[in-house]
């Protein structure tokens, strides 16, 4: 943690928009996707953006959420369904407006926890993705699942 918070009680939590938890959870994928990348110790700066943006995009949200969905709490499937059907102020370009709800969605699960203090439970989350790889094709960095 860079700095000190204060560390918000679920009320506290859910009385905060939903889309608003979404700009926070942004934040903690990002971070998340960029320290992954950052660590594979593949490809120059260039190439690891365009991966973590492809990742990061809401195409590849909604992409991932099919992984996590199934672990969400009751208490999580609310947050994730009140932030896919709140009104946003922006649309996507580059995704479709059903993978845009499901990201915001996805999103504001994760600034939930966040603001709330659960980053175990981010991590449990998160590591759905721990079979997937970074690795190096003909000079362009790809983010692929591994077959096990």
Do not use: H, W
């Not at 499937?77 to 709140?86: E, G, I, L, P, Q």
């Not at 981010?122 to 590591?127: N, Q, V, Y």
């Amino acid at each position: 943690m860079l700095t000190e918070r204060e560390i918000l009680t679920v009320k506290e939590a859910l009385q905060i928009n939903p889309v608003t938890l979404a700009f926070v959870g942004d934040t903690v994928y990002s971070l998340y996707v960029r320290e992954r990348l950052a660590l594979s110790g593949c490809g120059k700066v260039g190439q690891l953006q365009k991966v973590a943006a492809q990742v990061v995009s809401a195409k590849g949200q909604s992409e991932f959420l099919d992984k996590v969905l199934p672990m969400f709490t009751e208490e999580e499937a609310d947050v994730f369904r009140r932030a896919k059907n709140a009104k946003k102020a922006t649309k996507s370009k580059s995704a479709t407006s059903l993978e845009y709800s499901r990201s915001t969605g996805f999103e504001a699960v994760l600034g939930y926890l966040y603001l709330t203090g659960r980053e175990e439970r981010i991590k449990e989350l998160l590591s759905a993705s721990d079979g997937a790889a970074f690795e190096i094709k003909e000079n362009v960095t790809v983010f692929k699942p591994i077959r096990r």
